[in-house]
């Protein structure tokens, strides 16, 4: 096989071996579900979104470094951390919570990626039933 032929893989599941070739692939698959999010309020970027692969014979969690889906947002990123602070719903510090956030914080913006994976796996389930 020729470099030209290989596809890079975005991910394998190393449980069953299924393999995404792209994001928006791997954000589509009906099969997977976004069950979590573990910050790290140091580098947002290596915070992990835990997805649980829900294919026949699979159940891992498959965790990715959130920084993948950067690109699904595009809009006013704060500066400044509020967290546990007076304006702070704390959902951030809650691994299973994936509320969208309201607060003038640096890791909003992630709450909406969250907010937007959520949103588009829901309308990929409608169209599976």
């Known amino acids: 096989m020729t470099s030209a032929n290989k596809q890079t893989a ?3 599941c190393g449980m069953c071996n299924k393999t995404w070739h792209s994001k928006d692939s791997f954000i589509e ?4 579900r976004l069950n979590g999010y573990q910050a790290n309020f140091k580098e947002l970027a290596t915070g992990l979104f835990l997805f649980t692969h829900r294919a026949e014979g699979c159940g891992s969690t498959l965790a990715v470094k959130a920084g993948h889906f950067f690109h699904l947002y595009n809009g006013p ?22 509320e969208r956030c ?3 914080c640096e890791c909003t913006f992630v709450r909406e ?3 937007t994976i959520v949103k588009t796996k ?5 169209r599976c039933t």
């Open 10 to 12: 975005f991910l394998k």
């Open 29 to 32: 698959d009906p099969e997977l």
């Open 77 to 98: 990123v704060f500066t400044e951390q509020k967290t546990e602070g007076e304006d702070c719903p704390e959902h951030c510090l809650y691994q299973d919570d994936l």
């Open 102 to 104: 309201y607060a003038k």
């Open 113 to 115: 990626i969250i907010s």
């Open 122 to 126: 829901q309308k990929i389930a409608r």
